[in-house]
């Protein structure tokens, strides 16, 4: 066993000083400071390549309607081997960033298979989207996936439903997905006031106050998300590009998500535009890391991610990761993945061939 040296170290939401800790490598490392758990990022599309562009839409649904997009996006849900690629460029750019937690949307055959295939990884949460509209799953698929590979969900990994928006989805695929979520006790989550306040109509479909409901977005009302209980995982990336404003206080939210990490970036990139809005913070810091881990209910014991710099540089976005670790094990060392061989430029270069394979092969 190796031991790991830390100068300042924010552990779970407090700050300690020159602390050592034991983990599963054979040498003993030194860092400036490290975060434990790492970032966390409970909101990703990894098979989304393309938004329409920029511009100032009013709510989600506008843009959803009206956008412009330059690929078929039902292609490529379909295509298994290539939304395996997507997903696993995202998380391989997303764990050398500093994310030992992501919470995967999108294709739930794409997503598995990319999970199958990596030797390494974060913690992952699989969250199927569920939707009435071809190339997305039902209620009744997630919950046969879920009970198909039950002997996967260890605490290292987790699966729960994603239901993409009340409008979007249709008000029995919603009450299947959370009833089937709250009975099996797993992650429930939407798309919810992107732009327009839905928690009232988000009672009156469930019929009941929400229970354990995670709301991505909530940039319209969100003291009313916040007083219905909601968890709230805040996107400030892609607010800020598709409608020029997002959550603007620390209490409304309790994690970060990058939304589209092939597109605008993984959630190191995310959480800078967070400080930008927000200023730098122990709390913000603890919201992009520890925060996400409490959304889902994941055990973050043994996740670090360590810097070369001091904390301050970390708190202000202004650092990257040196050393990532998980459940114990060093996973990225120097910004390289040792088990594969892979550093962040092989992980870029397999990301633009992901990228470009889907441009090439479902281009409208």
């Not at 709301?215 to 009302?221: D, K, P, S, Y």
Request: with cysteine; net charge neutral; charged share 25%.
């Amino acid at each position: 066993m190796g031991v790991v040296e830390v100068g300042e170290f924010f552990d779970h939401g407090v700050l300690r000083r020159n602390v050592k800790i034991v983990y599963g490598g054979r040498e003993d490392l030194f860092f400036e400071s490290a975060v434990s758990p790492g970032f966390a990022d409970a909101h990703a599309h990894p098979q989304v390549v393309d938004v329409g562009g920029p511009g100032l839409w009013r709510h989600s649904y506008e843009w959803l309607e009206n956008r412009r997009l330059r690929v078929d996006e039902a292609g490529i849900r379909r295509d298994r081997e290539l939304s395996s690629m997507l997903a696993m460029a995202a998380i391989l750019s997303s764990l050398v960033d500093g994310a030992t937690l992501v919470a995967l949307t999108g294709s739930l055959e794409g997503n598995v298979a990319a999970l199958l295939a990596l030797p390494v990884a974060p913690r992952v949460v699989l969250l199927p989207t569920v939707m009435e509209s071809d190339g997305w799953s039902t209620p009744e698929h997630v919950y046969a996936e879920y009970v198909r590979n039950l002997s996967r969900w260890d605490g290292y990994f987790n699966m729960g439903f994603f239901v993409h928006s009340l409008r979007k989805a249709g008000k029995s695929y919603l009450l299947a997905s959370y009833k089937t979520a709250t009975k099996l006790g797993v992650p429930f989550a939407l798309h919810l006031s992107e732009g327009v306040d839905e928690s009232r109509a988000l009672v009156e479909v469930l019929g009941e106050a929400p229970r354990n409901v995670i709301a991505v977005h909530c940039i319209e009302g969100a003291e009313n998300c916040k007083q219905l209980g909601l968890r709230v995982v805040h996107c400030p990336t892609s607010n800020l590009y598709l409608y020029g404003r997002t959550l603007k206080g620390l209490e409304f939210f309790d994690s970060l998500g990058s939304d589209w990490p092939l597109v605008t970036g993984s959630i190191l990139a995310a959480y800078r535009d967070a400080v930008r809005v927000h200023g730098p913070s122990l709390e913000l810091l603890r919201k992009a890391t520890s925060g996400g881990y409490r959304v889902f209910g994941m055990n973050g014991v043994g996740d670090i991610v360590a810097f070369d710099e001091g904390l301050d540089k970390v708190i202000r976005g202004e650092a990257r990761p040196k050393a990532v670790i998980v459940s114990g094990q060093l996973v990225v060392g120097e910004g390289a993945i040792p088990r594969m061989g892979i550093g962040r430029r092989d992980i870029e270069k397999l990301k633009e061939e992901a990228v470009r394979l889907a441009f090439e092969r479902y281009g409208v």
